[in-house]
């Protein structure tokens, strides 16, 4: 039979196939082999009872992350607030990079619009070229445009902690019934209520994850990307990355850079050329530890 990881807790994996829920044990090869299964693999199992079964085999992936540890996302679906916790920026972009890397469509959802509606940075990734969209979990705006959104797909739920990933997913299906835990106003962030990768069901064929937050989000990209590569990843920087007056323009401070231009037209956002030259520093700070 085949069906696809929902769950993975101490050795045990839950799939779910055509809407029933089978707990498996992996074979002894996968780890021989030092293959791992992670949630959203579709795999094929060997069915023992009508509850339990055998993992035999994961079918190819379309693409993998490490932490959390997820496979065959079809978009990562970033919250963002403008409200305690407020976020970063920077954060947001560097989701996207990841994102965009691991070829899955970023969507950006900032929530939490009852008490600040954040309209510039929504228009910053709207013009960008991103699906961006304002939402509350309180007062259900947004709630209905989310729900299309991940409508027959698998999708990452990922922010900072405390901008309501498990409220936004209790908004979505109250069936999810996520524990939410409090935001601290002195320390202006929540406590991790997350504490292992899933994938909920939810109507309209919707496969969601609710994972730790950024803090907890250890990747390796873009540091092991060459300022090209980086720069691609940057979807509005793109239709310039051919017109700069040398091939390999960093995009910081040459002369002759197309996306420089494009920054002082205001074709591209300064803050997202500012995560931009952060990102590249940080690769270029790796690079030369490398070589040391």
Request: hydrophobic residues 40%.
């Amino acid at each position: 039979m085949t069906g696809v990881v929902v769950r993975s807790l101490s050795g045990f994996y839950d799939i779910d196939s055509d809407g029933r829920l089978y707990r498996c044990r992996a074979r002894g090869k996968f780890r021989y082999q030092n293959v791992k299964p992670l949630v959203g693999d579709w795999a094929q199992f060997l069915p023992l009872s009508e509850t339990e079964g055998v993992l035999e085999a994961i079918l190819p992936r379309r693409n993998a992350m490490e932490r959390p540890a997820v496979a065959n996302v079809d978009q990562m679906v970033i919250i963002a607030s403008g409200a305690i916790p407020v976020t970063d920026p920077f954060l947001i972009d560097r989701m996207t990079v990841i994102a965009e890397a691991k070829h899955c469509e970023p969507v950006i959802v900032f929530n939490k619009w009852d008490l600040s509606a954040v309209s510039g940075l929504l228009e910053t990734y709207q013009r960008a070229g991103f699906t961006a969209i304002s939402c509350s979990a309180v007062t259900g705006e947004g709630v209905e445009r989310l729900r299309e959104l991940v409508s027959g797909k698998v999708s990452v739920f990922t922010g900072n902690s405390g901008v309501g990933k498990s409220s936004l997913l209790n908004a979505l299906d109250a069936g999810c019934a996520i524990p939410t835990g409090e935001v601290s106003e002195r320390l202006g962030r929540g406590r991790h209520t997350t504490r292992h990768v899933e994938l909920f069901r939810l109507p309209g064929n919707a496969l969601i994850a609710d994972t730790p937050g950024f803090a907890a989000f250890d990747t390796q990209y873009p540091e092991l990307l060459d300022a090209r590569g980086l720069a691609a990843l940057f979807r509005e920087f793109r239709p310039y990355l051919d017109e700069c007056a040398f091939v390999d323009c960093a995009h910081v401070r040459e002369k002759g850079c197309q996306i420089l231009e494009a920054l002082r037209s205001g074709e591209i956002a300064a803050s997202r050329h500012s995560s931009y030259v952060r990102l590249y520093e940080q690769a270029k700070e790796h690079r030369e530890w490398m070589d040391r």
